[in-house]
């Protein structure tokens, strides 16, 4: 089996399964030789800043010397992206050769009526490879959810994280942030340690505090109180902290590249995991705290393209993402002529992410994400008119991009373009900028 015909038998399998559970996969898992049970993990789970902690978090552990497995959902880059150990993505024929060793046992399941989804092959195939690479940890990012989502099959992790929550897929996980807060503290298992993001809309904290409380777990939460912001810019922030639990009372200073205000409270989340971990026993020097932070790359989360003029690219897609990008815009282009190339998803909610980000922009270029749930450029461009926007639609990727770019020329100074909406777009709007930069376009 070649790699691509690998991706195409994943690609064939259902996005969900026919009824909610973990039996399926849990099996599926067990088939294989339960490679589950010879790893140790740190499970992720949220509505925005999960895809940042487990990039934050890994790049510590590999700066501490540990071989660290990465599982994260979507990828942006390309599908490998998925899977990687110590910031390298997964082998194409390693891929290809557990594709066909696993497919198999999804077949045979299948022929007895358990069906296997997508999410479930990619995450066997994960766990597979961690195990026989030996990884010493794995950071696991939920897909949707916590409590029904296929990652949920291990047992008790080092530390269970659960990051910002606000509302997004409300037709699965509920019409409530109390309601999803409940969903993601599904990965609560007993007798462990939970790190809470700590700048929670009201209602979240009860939710978790209980859920903690009948699992016998110790709750750290991410206090953002004992920082301070030193500066912070296009290439990111330093900031100091001060805290019982993450410095042992010393104030320490830390840098991360990742842009925006919530980054550092995203940062503030893993230092808080950083704790929990040591008190598990990991050893992690400061130094490797302070590299990790400072080396982590996390692609398409406020991402600098090209600092003249400035080209930002963010994959925010609900109402919390759209939040963060709008105050790091106003923060860092504030002044600035700006246009965006934009592309959502229909099931979204995209009237709220619009009111947030529409005003902030004098053009509007709309595309379609690759995806069968997008909303057409046509669509998009319509519902940002109505802010008084003047939006067009452009169905190629690379006219889109060009049109933008024309756009940003012909004020003085030119205008900043950010490239935002879904990342699904935002991978194939990344790849247009590579080629266009390659041709000088």
């Not at 071989?67 to 110590?86: A, D, H, M």
């Not at 989804?117 to 959810?145: H, K, N, P, S």
């Not at 409300?170 to 309601?179: H, R």
């Not at 889109?400 to 879904?422: E, L, M, N």
Request: aromatic share 6%.
């Amino acid at each position: 089996m070649t790699y691509e015909e690998a991706v195409k038998t994943i690609d064939s399998l259902l996005v969900f399964g026919s009824k909610p559970g973990l039996e399926r996969v849990k099996e599926l898992v067990e088939r294989i030789g339960a490679p589950d049970q010879q790893l140790k993990f740190v499970h992720v789970a949220g509505t925005n800043g999960k895809g940042s902690v487990c990039a934050y978090v890994s790049s510590i552990l590999k700066a501490a010397g540990y071989k660290t497995g990465l599982f994260i959902s979507p990828y942006v880059l390309e599908f490998r992206e998925r899977f990687q150990i110590n910031g390298e993505m997964i082998p194409y024929d390693t891929l290809a050769a557990l594709v066909e060793e696993i497919y198999p046992v999804v077949l045979a399941m299948k022929d007895e009526g358990k069906i296997i989804t997508e999410f479930e092959m990619v995450l066997a195939v994960a766990l597979q490879w961690y195990a026989r690479e030996q990884c010493d940890i794995v950071i696991l990012e939920t897909g949707l959810g916590g409590r029904f989502d296929a990652t949920n099959i291990i047992d008790t992790p080092l530390a269970s994280v659960i990051m910002s929550i606000s509302l997004d897929h409300t037709a699965i996980l509920g019409d409530t942030v109390e309601k999803i807060a409940f969903e993601k503290c599904g990965i609560i298992k007993e007798g462990g340690t939970t790190v809470l993001y700590g700048d929670q809309p009201e209602g979240v904290l009860p939710v978790v505090q209980q859920t903690a409380k009948e699992r016998h777990n110790t709750l750290l939460i991410a206090d953002t109180e004992p920082i301070t912001l030193v500066s912070s810019g296009l290439e990111g922030s330093t900031f100091t902290i001060q805290s019982d639990i993450v410095t042992n009372g010393a104030e320490m200073t830390y840098t991360t590249p990742l842009i925006g205000a919530h980054q550092i409270n995203n940062a503030a989340a893993a230092l808080y995991t950083v704790a929990a971990l040591r008190q598990k026993g990991i050893v992690i020097p400061e130094t490797a705290v302070q590299q990790g932070l400072a080396q982590t790359k996390f692609p398409a989360r406020l991402e600098l393209l090209q600092k003249e003029p400035v080209i930002l690219l963010d994959g925010a897609h609900n109402p919390g993402g759209a939040a963060a990008l709008s105050k790091a815009i106003r923060e860092h282009l504030s002044g600035q002529r700006k246009v965006a190339v934009m592309g959502m998803l229909a099931d979204k909610d995209v009237d709220t992410v619009l009111s947030q980000l529409a005003p902030l922009f004098d053009r509007v270029v709309t595309v379609a994400p690759p995806n069968p749930r997008a909303m057409t450029a046509a669509d998009l461009a319509k519902r940002m008119a109505a802010y008084g926007i003047p939006a067009e639609a452009q169905e190629d990727y690379s006219a889109a991009f060009r049109k933008a770019k024309a756009y940003a020329a012909a004020y003085d100074p030119p205008a900043a373009i950010v490239i935002c909406g879904s990342l699904y777009m935002a991978s194939e709007m990344r790849q247009t900028f590579m080629l266009c930069a390659e041709k000088g376009m």
